[in-house]
Each structure stands twice: as structure tokens, then as C-alpha cells.
């Protein structure tokens, strides 16, 4: 059985749907599709966020619009209880020749954000939170792949990152 209670966590001012997960959910695949996302679908079925960290319920949130980090009203997952993020929603960023991750499936090409020690670097990561994989960018020389502020908003644009 479903609960859907909508709460706005005050500390980040968060809109989030506190969706509990069926107990019988599977810990190895604890999303189900976007499909499943669309309610006039007449296979709707409320979506099931697990945390493969603590095994509690997660919340389905989205950025403020007045984010600066080029995530301005993106939906994602995070576990309130363990305080870990799990992964975005949207499919930017995941693209068929992405390197496939211990799940099997595209990983998501991401820039490491601003206030971490690894400034402005691309990075992959599981594209559905299932797994822990992360691997640099490399260009042809092995180095790790820097991107400039300049060129972020052109490249969220065009869902690059």
C-alpha cells in the first residue's frame, strides 16, 4: 500500500512527495521506470523510491528555481533519513555511449559542482541511483576533463550535462 503525503522540507525550501514504498520492494531495483511517472497512463502505478543505503523510503523532490548550479527546478530523489542524495530524475546527462555502470545501464555524464575539491569536473555516475559507480571524464591525453563556467549553461541547454 501506497501513502502519498506532499511536505516542503523548510531547511532547503524543497517541494517533495514523501512516497512509501511497498515493504516488498526489491532492494536490487527499487525504481520503476519513468513510464510509471505518468498518472493518465491507465498502468500507473505510484512510483517507488527506495534508498539502497538504509532501505527507508525516499522523497521525489525538485530544485528551487533559483538555483544557481544549472539545476533550476530539476526533479531528483534523495533519503531524508540517511541525508543522501540519490540520483536526478530527467534524463539529462545519460546518453547510449555513456560507459554502462554496475547496473548495466547508461551512466550519466554530471559536472562535479562548486563547493567540491574537484571543481568543474565532468564525471559519471549511475544514472538511476542503483549502484555506487563513478568514473572521471578523460580526454584522449587521460587527463580529467575541466569544464569552464562559461560553457555550463551552453551545455545544460543542450543536454550535454
Not at 500507473?44 to 533559483?66: D, E, I, K
Not at 575539491?117 to 578523460?138: A, K, T
Request: net charge positive; charged share 25%; glycine share 4%.
Amino acid at each position: 500500500m501506497f501513502v502519498r503525503k506532499t511536505s516542503v522540507h523548510a531547511r532547503r525550501s524543497l517541494t517533495c512527495d514523501l512516497v512509501t514504498a511497498n515493504r516488498s520492494a526489491s532492494p536490487s531495483s527499487p525504481f520503476l521506470p519513468p513510464s510509471f511517472w505518468d498518472s493518465s497512463s491507465p498502468a500507473y502505478s505510484a512510483p517507488r523510491y527506495v534508498c539502497r543505503h538504509c532501505q527507508q523510503p525516499a522523497t521525489r523532490c525538485t530544485t528551487r528555481v533559483s538555483n544557481r548550479k544549472g539545476n533550476a527546478g530539476r526533479p531528483y530523489i534523495k533519503c531524508f533519513p540517511c541525508d543522501n542524495f540519490i540520483r536526478f530524475t530527467d534524463e539529462r546527462g545519460v546518453h547510449a555511449t555513456n560507459p554502462t555502470c554496475n547496473c548495466d545501464k547508461p551512466s550519466r555524464l554530471q559536472r562535479a559542482g562548486r563547493e567540491t575539491r574537484v571543481n568543474g569536473r565532468l564525471h559519471y555516475v549511475c544514472s538511476s541511483g542503483g549502484c555506487d559507480y563513478f568514473e572521471e571524464h578523460r580526454n584522449a591525453a587521460g587527463r580529467a576533463v575541466i569544464v569552464e563556467e562559461d560553457l555550463i549553461e551552453l551545455m545544460i541547454r543542450m543536454r550535454i550535462i
